[in-house]
């Protein structure tokens, strides 16, 4: 229950959505109600040491330990004594009516101008009082709210926090209450929004939230009497760039930048450190230069020069590259940094004086013995050391930033990297599913190691992370706080010092609840997590709060128990589980049955139509697994009519189309599998062709480690080996029994063998072999003569079919064996699954 704090005064809370109010009335006491900041469980103290509760970041005066409750209502309020009556407190409003003054300096600087019309709107929502405004040269008397810093604060000894350097460390606020004056302030230098955040820490202390974007996500607790004791807080933010970016449309992004704003995230892309987005390396050469010297631009694997790319190893390339960034900062004499990135790829520079600085490493997401998928970072990071060491020549306080991405991901060995270097890591590569100590995970926990690494190498590394969840995806509900609670503990213990992540803006995939923790956890790793979902349920769902919870911690259950990896939603159909959506709709049926407010029941509604588009997510799998490619294509549909549903109760849980990137997906939309499976239907029912047979959807199956088969002739239509076992299919072959504790597949060759029937009437007719999703390389048999061959694709592309001309080896009205021998690729990151979908035969007219 989220409880407001109040003096001698009647308290009603209301929580706010579109004009309605759920109020709840308590009698006139004298009481304290304080949640853990920054919004966690409650806890009763003492007057004099109202605030939030102390973190490493938090510091307040006579903190007094009191036990926590897992939950408060109003009525504690008659558990405290009348002796807390003579402590001292400034009452802000009483009986709705305004009775003190916001203050600020005498010429109040935007950001100050922003802070003070934040307070004046949620007073006066909270209590009905409109405070009035002045400055410091007013001569205001009485109980004075102070916002930002002014000579008043200055004549009460708050030091403030200011400044701006370089490596942007300076960020905070204080909330300071002496008697009948107030002080709400911060750092406003730069990108910083100190006192906007002090003044969000203070009504959060008076029970007001933002859960969601808009007034759609406002919990306000509605009091008449506001009042706030003596307590001195002071909070710096545990990482120094807490972001993320996506396409969204003009009005949602306003929205969703103010919501950062009140929940201490900071917005300023750019403002912190410089980004080194792909391609900005194209900035630090000089193409008129290409002609005649292309020595100084990356020499190609063909033998051509790349003039977007400078050669790692030229002294003159340092210098031009140095020269570029040293006239940026003499024209942007306030730039603190410079990004330069290559472009987007595995770009390489094979130059012969470059290729001695290689030391033969292969990239996480690259095939040993690829070239063209090594680890170039001990090149790339001497470049970028060099360049580095002449700007600081000029520029001794400036720092260039790049990132550690694609063939650039791991710590470059052997070297040491200059301390005015910034590293934007991106792992790219990683299984987004679980935390950087989830033994399950290899892929998380060697995500974990390279964080590691590159922070004791760095002490400027922050994240470019990848919270889509899925890059590639449904928009189906991936619900994360487990594991941002298990991980950003460790970031902050590893020294990372912040984020700007790559996300969407679908809050029906994640969740309100992961967004808004997130935002706390960039604010304070050490954030009670649970403590905030002992709030978060009851004022999101009202008496539905139970099964609601029940609901959303069931799909987080599921996504930290899986023993799948990865980033696209290709492994999401065996993440769900038939008996995780039975449990589902038992509580999304038992909260509509509870919510009792028409703002509880919209909010369950919400999360019927996110279950039911996770329903036809899984049907549309389970049909096209069974060969019923039609059905497919009607259930894709379907999802895609209920996210205008979901839209029109909030924009932010999910664009009603695909339209634009602003819809959060761009590849392999549901629009696209919808047209895919129509075509594969059409190829079935008579359209396009015709259905000679689906083949089993169980095969025989094996491993060929040492590449026996194509020898030994596995392919023969004779072939008996009982060593053989048998695989779905439809599923990863690695979630069949070939896959460590740790989530390592197998990788390399693998053989399936169907045994088909195929119609007499199809003789004289052509028949082609369709297998609608493989991963990554294949061959095909049939009756043991060589038909054809489907060429390497990397396993999250899609459509990744195979077709095969099968049509001379095929024998009308007779058994017919089908041999496919498949290969993985050797990078284990990939997870490539083989099969993931059901083969048919067809002849097309």
């Given amino acids: 229950m989220v409880t407001p704090r109040f003096v001698c005064g009647q308290s009603r809370m209301v929580v706010r959505t579109r004009g309605e109010s759920l109020r709840l009335r308590s009698a006139n006491a004298l009481w304290s109600h304080e949640p853990a900041s920054p919004g966690g469980l409650a806890c009763w103290r003492s007057w004099s040491t109202i605030g939030a509760s102390p973190t490493a970041h938090t510091r307040e005066r006579s903190y007094q330990p009191m036990c926590r409750q897992p939950t408060l209502t ?351 890591f991106a792992a790219i590569w990683s299984d987004t599913l679980h935390a950087y100590d989830d033994a399950k995970s290899w892929q998380a926990v060697r995500q974990g190691q390279l964080l590691k690494q590159w922070c004791a190498r760095c002490p400027n590394v922050w994240i470019y992370g990848y919270n889509y969840v899925n890059l590639v995806s449904g928009l189906t509900p991936v619900p994360r706080v487990r594991k941002l609670a298990r991980d950003f503990p460790l970031m902050k213990q590893w020294g990372v010092m912040g984020f700007l992540d790559e996300t969407r803006n679908v ?135 209920l996210r205008p549903q979901l839209h029109a109760i909030n924009s932010f849980f999910i664009l009603p189309d695909e339209e634009g990137y602003k819809s959060g997906v761009w590849y392999w939309k549901v629009s696209d599998r919808r047209d895919f499976y129509q075509s594969l239907a059409d190829k079935t029912t008579g359209k396009t062709g015709d259905l000679v047979a689906v083949l089993p959807e169980r095969a025989q199956f094996r491993t060929d480690p040492h590449d026996e088969g194509r020898f030994a002739g596995w392919f023969a239509p004779d072939w008996v080996d009982e060593s053989w076992g048998s695989a779905l299919t439809t599923k990863p072959f690695y979630c069949q029994g070939y896959q460590d504790a740790q989530g390592h597949p197998y990788v390399g060759d693998l053989w399936y063998r169907a045994k088909v029937a195929v119609p007499q009437q199809f003789a004289g007719r052509k028949v082609t072999l369709c297998v609608p999703a493989l991963e990554t390389e294949a061959w095909c048999w049939v009756n043991g003569h060589y038909v054809g061959h489907r060429p390497y694709r990397e396993a999250y592309i899609r459509p990744a079919e195979m077709e095969v001309d099968a049509t001379s080896a095929i024998r009308p009205g007779k058994t017919n064996v089908v041999a496919l021998r498949v290969n993985t690729g050797l990078c284990e990151s990939q997870a490539a699954a083989g099969l993931t979908s059901r083969a048919f035969l067809y002849a097309p007219r």
């Fill in 74 to 424: 109003l009525c504690c309020c008659l558990l405290l004594t009348a002796a807390s009556c003579r402590a001292r407190a400034i009452t802000l409003t009483r009986d709705g009516k305004p009775t003190a003054t916001v203050v600020t300096a005498a010429d109040p600087t935007e950001k100050t101008r922003a802070a003070v019309a934040e307070l004046r709107h949620y007073v006066q929502a909270l209590s009905g009082a409109e405070l009035p405004v002045a400055t410091e040269a007013d001569g205001a008397q009485g109980a004075l709210v102070l916002v930002g810093r002014s000579k008043l604060t200055d004549a009460m000894g708050v030091r403030v926090p200011s400044g701006l350097t370089n490596n942007r460390r300076e960020e905070g606020l204080v909330v300071v209450c002496k008697g009948d004056q107030l002080v709400l302030a911060g750092n406003n230098d730069g990108p910083y929004h100190g006192t906007e955040y002090a003044v969000y820490e203070f009504l959060g202390r008076l029970g007001v939230r933002w859960y969601m974007p808009g007034e759609f996500g406002e919990v306000v607790p509605e009091q008449q009497t506001i009042a706030f004791a003596d307590a001195e807080v002071r909070q710096q933010p545990a990482f120094v760039m807490r972001n993320w970016w996506l396409h969204t449309t003009p009005e949602m992004a306003a929205l969703e930048r103010q919501w950062k704003l009140r929940n201490k995230l900071n917005p300023e892309q750019g403002g912190m450190f410089a980004t080194p987005g792909d391609s900005s390396a194209r900035n630090i050469v000089d193409a008129k230069l290409f002609a005649e010297h292309p020595e100084y631009f990356a020499l190609n694997a063909d033998g051509t020069r790349n003039q977007h790319l400078p050669c790692l190893s030229h002294p003159k390339a340092v210098e031009i590259a140095a020269n570029v960034i040293k006239a940026h900062f003499r024209q942007n004499p306030d730039a603190n940094s410079y990004g330069f990135a290559p472009d987007d790829g595995l770009p390489r520079d094979y130059d012969p004086e470059t290729l001695k600085l290689h030391q033969g490493f292969t990239d996480v997401l690259g095939r040993p013995g690829v070239a063209a998928e090594a680890s170039t970072s001990e090149e790339w990071f001497t470049f970028v050391n060099n360049v580095t060491a002449e700007v600081r020549k000029e520029f001794p306080d400036k720092y260039l930033a790049t990132n550690g991405y694609a063939n650039r991901n791991l710590p470059p060995q052997g070297m040491k990297l200059d301390d005015h270097l910034v590293v934007m």
């Fill in 507 to 641: 809050w029906a995939e994640c969740g309100s609840m992961t967004r808004y923790v997130r935002a706390k956890l960039e604010w304070d790793a050490d954030t009670d997590v649970g403590a905030i979902l002992d709030e978060f349920y009851p004022a999101w769902y009202g008496a539905a709060a139970k099964p609601a919870r029940a609901f959303w911690e069931a799909l987080d259950e599921c996504l930290e128990q899986t023993p799948r990896l990865g980033h696209e939603d290709r492994i999401m159909p065996y993440v769900y589980t038939p008996a995780l959506l039975k449990q589902l709709e038992t509580l999304v049926s038992e909260a509509e049955r509870l919510a009792d407010t028409p703002r509880a029941k919209l909010h369950v509604k919400a999360d019927r139509l996110i279950y039911d588009h996770l329903l036809a997510y899984m049907a549309m799998h389970a049909a096209e697994f069974r060969g019923d490619f039609a059905e497919a294509a009607k259930q894709a549909q379907r999802m895609l009519d």
